[in-house]
């Protein structure tokens, strides 16, 4: 499964499981357009931080967003994340911005415009792979093919500590239990909780490496178009 891919691939899953770095990687041997929509609640986040609204104030929060301009880009290799016009993609992955972002992308009217938007551009797309907590089971129920990643808590604090240059343990307990948070508020909200669509297929990636992962959702999109074109 290389170049032709025609459809979109749908990576969900809690924080540190690989959902970014497998999907632009899939992106790439697929000759995919790649969305983060993690990034779009994050630069929205940028939005109600800057615009001195309290996160859990939840009508504040519709209001300031309804008025910002979040753009992203959806090539594999670029980071693009603007607000209003200003390059944010540095700063939505600052402590900041993670601790605010669950109860910004809790609030329904930011998620129908962000879905909005989602759907935009993956219609742009012949081929995406769109990455999140609930493409498969909001955003787009019809995708090819549904993977939902998962991965031990502990695996997946150590994998981000990785990422951060963390060494300290007590940073890690600390990010631990940040991710810990998250997955609780991402998966007990009312509007679109963070959870398996019925039909994805679960990739468990606490015993695999980044390559096998990347190998077995490329193999899982294969099969889909497959199945498609005898169904
Ligand atoms: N299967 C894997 N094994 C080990 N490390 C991984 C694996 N998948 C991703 N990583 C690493 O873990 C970190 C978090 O991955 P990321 O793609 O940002 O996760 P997510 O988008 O789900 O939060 C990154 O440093 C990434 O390179
Ligand atoms: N489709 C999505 C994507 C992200 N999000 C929210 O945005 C936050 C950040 O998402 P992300 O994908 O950037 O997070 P990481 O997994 O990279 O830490 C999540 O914790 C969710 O609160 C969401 O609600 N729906």
Redesign the pocket.
């Known amino acids: 499964m290389s170049a032709g891919f025609r459809g979109q691939v749908t990576l ?6 690989g ?2 770095s497998v999907a632009r990687a899939v992106a790439a041997r697929l000759g995919a357009a790649y969305l ?7 630069a929205a ?1 940028v939005a109600v931080l800057d615009g001195g609204v309290d996160p859990d104030d939840a009508e504040a929060v519709a209001r300031v967003v309804a008025a910002a301009r979040i753009e992203v880009g959806t090539t594999a290799g670029e980071e693009v994340v603007l607000v209003d016009g200003v390059d944010v993609a540095e700063r ?1 992955r600052g402590a900041e911005v ?1 601790r605010a ?2 109860p ?3 609030v329904p009217a930011v ?1 129908r415009q ?1 879905v909005d938007q ?1 759907r935009a551009l993956v219609e742009a797309a012949d081929a995406v792979v769109v ?5 498969g089971t909001v ?1 787009l129920p019809d995708a090819t093919c549904k993977i939902y990643l998962t991965a031990a808590p502990e695996v997946r604090a150590e994998r ?1 500590a990785g990422q951060l240059g963390v060494t300290d343990p007590a940073e890690i307990a600390a990010l631990a239990e940040d ?1 810990r948070r ?2 609780e ?2 998966s007990s ?1 009312a509007d ?1 909780p ?1 959870r398996p669509a019925s039909d994805a297929v679960i990739v468990d990636s606490t015993d695999l490496d980044r390559e096998a992962v990347i190998d077995r959702v490329c193999e899982l999109a294969g099969r889909a178009v497959r199945a498609g074109e005898w169904a």
């Open positions: 969900d899953g809690p924080s540190g499981t959902k970014s983060d929509t993690g990034a779009m609640y994050r986040t939505i993670t972002v669950s910004v992308s809790a998620r962000l989602q990455e999140g907590r609930d493409i955003v981000r991710l998250r997955d508020y991402d909200r679109s963070l």
